[in-house]
């Protein structure tokens, strides 16, 4: 069976950080996979989703960067944080079928 | 633009009782899949419910149902014999196929938080 998972789970940084949060996923091949933040009191914004190896595709311009290394890995970073990246970051992968599957997310937040 | 909207930012309801919470979407797309996601508080997305635009018949999951209207572009969710385990944050969302990318592209709601009251 598919698995996903992310880390940390949870992380408090300074601003003006770097940051890097990490999404693996078991059990499958070529999956597409996206990053999402979650504000409080909003809904999911997709950040950044990726159909392969290196091919990255953003949604909303920020100072966060994605990249996929490997086809299962898929990462998010900044390299300089700010108060508004704070929230919860959630990983997710499809492949054949049309539903999302979500990792635990990681809680992140900027003092 | 497609858009997803959830007018009710909270609600509560007895436990056993029936209770429904609306969604409704904008798209101009004829080919998407609608989906109800819970998020507990342990933070989890947890996939509740599909329903496939072409699809006349409503879906139904257990004690979850949906009332889906494509005409008027509406998507609700019935929980029936609501259960203390079913309080929790719930999203509708709407996949759509995203330009040529081969991907799709989902979009969704700011939630209902649903408590279910003893």
């Known amino acids: 069976s598919q698995t996903i998972h992310q880390w940390p789970a949870t992380l408090v940084q300074p601003v003006g950080s770097p940051l890097s949060l990490e999404c693996t996923v078991e059990g499958t091949s070529n999956p597409n996979l996206y990053w999402y933040r979650q504000a409080a009191g909003r809904g999911l914004q997709l950040l950044f989703y990726?159909?392969?190896?290196?091919?990255i595709s953003s949604e909303v311009p920020q100072n966060l960067s994605a990249s996929r290394p490997q086809d299962r890995q898929f990462i998010l970073s900044s390299k300089k944080l700010l108060l508004s990246d704070s929230g919860f970051y959630l990983c997710a992968w499809r492949r054949d079928s049309y539903e999302q599957y979500f990792g635990p997310g990681t809680r992140l937040t900027v003092t | 633009a497609q858009t997803v909207t959830q007018s009710q930012p909270e609600m509560s309801v007895q436990e056993a009782e029936t209770v429904t919470l609306s969604c409704t979407y904008d798209?101009?797309?004829?080919?998407?899949?609608l989906f109800w996601y819970k998020q507990p508080p342990s933070r989890q997305m947890i996939l509740v419910i599909r329903q496939e635009a072409y699809k006349q018949q409503n879906a139904t999951e257990n004690r979850f149902s949906v009332n889906f209207q494509k005409a008027a572009k509406s998507f609700s969710l019935k929980i029936s014999d609501s259960q203390l385990g079913d309080t929790a944050m719930y999203f509708c969302?709407?996949?759509?196929?995203?330009?040529?990318?081969?991907?799709?592209?989902?979009?969704f709601g700011t939630g209902t938080r649903l408590k279910v009251l003893a």
């Open positions: 969302a709407f996949m759509a196929p995203w330009g040529t990318s081969g991907t799709y592209k989902y979009i």
């Open positions: 798209t101009s797309e004829s080919n998407y899949y």
């Open positions: 990726s159909v392969g190896i290196g091919q």
